[in-house]
């Protein structure tokens, strides 16, 4: 069923677990990821950013996409569609588009003007019944042409979103998007400690998932990070599978070249990280 983030997150900082939001890319993509959190009976967030819903043709598109999805699979988890680093035009499209969550990333203007802008977007969520993530620091590393350099966020800024309103609050502390380099040094708890204790049980939100050790997502985890976004590893998985598929040459063998054949193997494999990172996060029954 289409949910707000809000209640997910609220019951995921009680129960110390953490929500995955998981990128979606197209039908595969999505339909792997909503069968696996039915499996696993675990909420899920599906993210959308606004590269990837340019390319499914609009928000709208996706949007329908996913309800039609949700019935016709018989998905009974609450699912929540979410617009990943936004800008404020592109939140503006997501809420006529009927998302249920939206980001605002307003990390590049001066704080200034990302509580400002964060305010007037929360006042919209709130009538429209929507969750509502900003952020503070930006995130290193680039997505969607968002280039950060990973500098960590300042927890007093950080409380200056907090207190306008938002659901959930994405800091910088030191996390990266895509693959992290061998010299990373590694996430900031003091600056993640810091940001908890002056926004008490605010949902945070750990960006970069992909490739951060697993002691590390735990304690984040204990820290107050219930949300944490994962799409590089779903990306890697489906192309190693997909590349296996094609060098064995399954695609020249019968009909093997048939995409519901050619992208089975990468879509199984999208299922397997899902739901181990499902197991990871604790969200696992928790639906």
């Not at 197209?26 to 696993?40: I, M, R, S």
């Not at 939140?91 to 802008?117: H, Q, R, W």
């Not at 919209?124 to 929507?130: D, H, L, R, S, Y």
Request: hydrophobic content about 40%; aromatic content about 6%; charged content about 25%.
């Amino acid at each position: 069923m289409l949910v707000s983030a809000k209640e997910m997150l609220e019951k995921a900082v009680a129960g110390h677990y953490a929500v995955g939001q998981f990128n979606i890319n197209n039908l595969e993509w999505t339909k792997a990821v909503l069968l696996t959190a039915e499996e696993c009976k675990s909420p899920v967030i599906l993210g959308v950013s606004e590269g990837a819903g340019k390319y499914m043709t609009g928000f709208k598109t996706v949007q329908a996409m996913v309800k039609e999805m949700i019935d016709g699979l018989g998905i009974t988890i609450p699912v929540a569609t979410h617009l990943d680093h936004g800008s404020y035009e592109g939140c503006l499209k997501c809420i006529d588009a009927g998302f249920t969550s939206i980001m605002f990333d307003g990390s590049k203007y001066p704080i200034e003007e990302n509580v400002a802008k964060t305010k007037e977007l929360i006042a919209i969520c709130k009538e429209k019944g929507m969750s509502i993530e900003a952020e503070v620091g930006a995130i290193g590393g680039e997505e969607d042409g968002v280039i950060g350099q990973g500098e960590c966020a300042d927890p007093q800024e950080c409380k200056m979103i907090a207190d306008l309103g938002v659901d959930m609050l994405a800091a910088g502390i030191g996390n990266i998007h895509g693959k992290y380099p061998e010299n990373w040094a590694g996430l900031s708890f003091e600056t993640l400690d810091a940001i908890q204790q002056l926004t008490g049980k605010m949902p945070l939100v750990l960006h970069g998932g992909t490739g951060i050790p697993d002691d590390m997502v735990k304690k984040a985890i204990d820290l107050g990070v219930a949300k944490i976004n994962v799409n590089t590893d779903c990306q890697l998985s489906f192309a190693d599978a997909t590349r296996k598929y094609i060098e064995a040459g399954k695609d020249l063998e019968g009909k093997g070249y048939d995409p519901r054949k050619l992208l089975k193997p990468g879509t199984d494999a999208i299922m397997q990280t899902v739901k181990e990172k499902m197991e990871l996060f604790g969200s696992v029954g928790k639906a």
